[in-house]
Every structure is written in C-alpha cells, then in structure tokens.
C-alpha cells in the first residue's frame, strides 16, 4: 500500500471513529494517556463470558491524528478479526507500527501504540480482577477482614 493511501486511511479513521464511545456495561474502563503529546484514551473492555474471547471493546478520547486514527484502526481489527484477550497481549508494537506505516508513524511511536497499550492494560486488569474475584476476594471492601481494594483502597487506607 503506498504512503497516500496510508494517510488517507488514517484521516477516514480519524473522522469517523470506529467502536468509539463509552460502554455501559464494561467490566474495564482503563485510562491512557502520553504526556509527551497530550494524548489521553479511555479503552471500554468487555470479556466475554469464556473469559478469552472479547465481547465488545470500544475508546474514547482526545489527541493527534495519529493516536486517534490507530485506536480505531486498533479497535477495528480487534472486531472484525475477533481476536482474543491472548492475541492482543501477543500483539508486538513494532508490528503494529509496520501495521499502520513506519513511515507515517516512524516519528511519533507512542501516539499510534497508545491504543494498544491502553487495550493491553485493561485486558491485564480484566484478567486480574477475574482472578481476584475466583480467589473470593472481590472489589471493594471486605467486610469480614476489613481490607479495601480496587480505586478506592488508597484513600480508604488513609481514612482509617
């Protein structure tokens, strides 16, 4: 694919937004963000209820062209190719790179992985949460030793 038709794949990604918006009944709302540019993405995870497949997965946020226009190509290949949660953590970031076009992307690398880095850490964080939840320790306070987790366990820890 030549290099015009890249960017124009890109600019049509970034106008219209695939899986964009927030999504209500996500297990994960992860946050994301790049300093260096002022990026910020919010991944929206939803597990399936095999716990490997991806039932829905959808972004929101504000930056370049570049990190907008990867988080939906990103989010669409996630859907149209019905990866797993063990695919997308395999997913290299220099592959994704080759994906969208080094020489498109070549000089701003964490804004087009920044999607796929916001992705991984939900689907690390749905994982985590899952076995927490198996273990029979959930979200939360625990009434019966007293123990806070999840956001809110930093705060509460300071309040007692």
């Given at each position: 694919?030549?290099?015009?038709?890249?960017?124009?794949?890109?600019?049509?990604?970034?106008?219209?937004?695939?899986?964009?918006?927030?999504?209500?009944?996500?297990?994960?709302?992860?946050?994301?963000?790049?300093?260096?540019?002022?990026?910020?993405?919010?991944?929206?995870?939803?597990?399936?209820?095999?716990?490997?497949?991806i039932?829905?997965?959808?972004?929101?946020?504000?930056?370049?062209?570049?990190?907008?226009?990867?988080?939906?190509m990103?989010?669409?290949?996630?859907?149209?190719?019905?990866?797993?949660?063990?695919?997308?953590?395999?997913?290299?970031?220099?592959?994704?790179?080759?994906?969208?076009g080094?020489?498109?992307?070549?000089?701003?690398?964490?804004?087009?992985?920044?999607?796929?880095?916001?992705?991984?850490?939900?689907?690390?964080?749905?994982?985590?949460?899952?076995?927490?939840?198996?273990?029979?320790?959930?979200?939360?306070?625990s009434?019966?030793?007293?123990?806070?987790?999840?956001?809110?366990?930093?705060?509460?820890?300071?309040?007692?």
């Open positions: 694919m030549d290099r015009q038709m890249q960017i124009q794949i890109f600019m049509d990604h970034y106008q219209k937004p695939r899986h964009w918006g927030a999504l209500e009944d996500a297990d994960v709302a992860m946050p994301g963000g790049n300093p260096g540019c002022g990026d910020v993405v919010t991944v929206y995870f939803k597990g399936a209820d095999d716990h490997e497949h039932e829905d997965a959808t972004y929101e946020g504000e930056g370049c062209t570049i990190s907008m226009a990867a988080a939906s990103l989010l669409e290949q996630v859907h149209d190719d019905g990866l797993t949660v063990s695919e997308v953590l395999e997913m290299d970031y220099n592959e994704m790179i080759e994906q969208l080094r020489q498109i992307v070549a000089s701003r690398p964490r804004c087009a992985t920044l999607g796929l880095g916001t992705l991984k850490a939900a689907i690390r964080k749905y994982q985590k949460d899952r076995r927490l939840t198996e273990a029979g320790v959930g979200e939360g306070a009434p019966d030793d007293g123990l806070v987790f999840g956001e809110s366990a930093a705060d509460a820890a300071k309040t007692e």
